[in-house]
């Protein structure tokens, strides 16, 4: 019997406004626990929430983006359970009339479309630090109240492979309306898979595990994979009974999912519609002049650079990823018009300290006009391609610029030919057997008395001059 995966992805992400979503309590991350909280966020009897208009701008940016149907009317509701990260007992959020109803993104990789059920939008809840030693919990109010909106997937994707990279353009797109920082590791971008397997050609879906805890695409990739294999196995054994609707958490330490609780469905939250809310009118206009200042998104900014800067797909594909990127390239092409080669150092030699994670756009110390003077100072000859990714080393992790650095270590290429000419002599006087060779026929000596001229000059001897001055020697 062959099975085939069937996957869905609920998506968190915090928005990027400076107050709460029903008060005006700052959204800043990293306060110290509970000061950025108030009566409204904490839900104190007599208190009474004003829901944010950016809110509802951003969400309803997010849905344009998405290719939603923006609703024109839409409510808020309570969802209750009981918990401490949450004082009132409910979430306020939306069940039956959300914001955003059917959009869909297009993975080009995969020549498929994934279709958004509902953007929804809601509060926040508190975080809760387990301290194991002393067997006790503490909680942090702070991020109770903090905007968020859901983005609901339908049960489209057919690989752990396409849910990564529907999350990755989902991310993407965000990042580009600036309406999150999108940050994985601190929260502000979380993602819930639901996942389940059935036999190919069979209608109905099987009973589907909801994944909780995974913060990083990495953690997903792997995450899915195992429940993948894990479902499989007990179908193949005829343990189908087994595979139970149920919400299991991913512990990336041991590298397996874990049974938290058999989930819940929407009846028991018994959601009712909140009572100290009007309803969210979004006027036709409204909708019509989001539509038409949407920034440039990331499909259409790659078909741009590959016009415009004779970038082939795959530069292309890794630059606008980040948005953060992109900009960076664009703005060093405007000091240096030669995006080939700028799109060559930010992909090799940047990506090396992007990749391992040493180093973040945010904290980047480079400059685009630095990049762009160290590329003149090659093209000059003032200093070689070898030395500048020492320069360009240099100036990401210090953050000087290209003739700060070079004239603090000396890194200033030789083109002088009679210095040229006086080192060439010393390397052949001292290496009289491989000239000997070279004079024999053996091609290869030249590669090393080169190597020993550039030993000499601690690689700041111009590569072509001192290849002319060598052969003139020999
Ligand atoms: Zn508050």
Redesign the pocket.
Known sequence: MAYETIIGLEVHVELETNS?I????STSFGADPNT???????GLPGSLPKLNTRVIEFAARAGAALNCEISAYSKMDRKHYFYPDMTKAFQTSQYDLPLCKTGHIYLEKYDKKVRINRIHIEEDAGKLLHMEEESSSLIDYNR??VPLIEIVSEPDMRSPEEAIEYLRQLKSVLEYLEISDCKMEQGSLRCDANISLREVGKKELNAKVELKNINSFKELLKALQKEEKRQLELYEFNESHKVIQETRRWDSAKGRTISMRSKENAHDYRYFPEPDLPGVVMAKEKVDNLLAHLPELPQQKKVRFISEYQLNEVETDILINDRKLSLFFEETASYYPQPKIIANWLLVELMKYLKEDTICFDSLKLKPLYLADMLKMIDDHTISGKIAKQVFEEMVLSGKTPQEIVKESGMVQITDTAELENIVERVLTENSKSVEDYRQGKEQALGFLMGQVMKQTKGKANPQIAKETLLKKL
Not at 36 to 42: G, K
């Open positions: 709460k029903f008060c005006g309590c950025q909280c108030c009566p409204v966020c904490l109770v109240g």
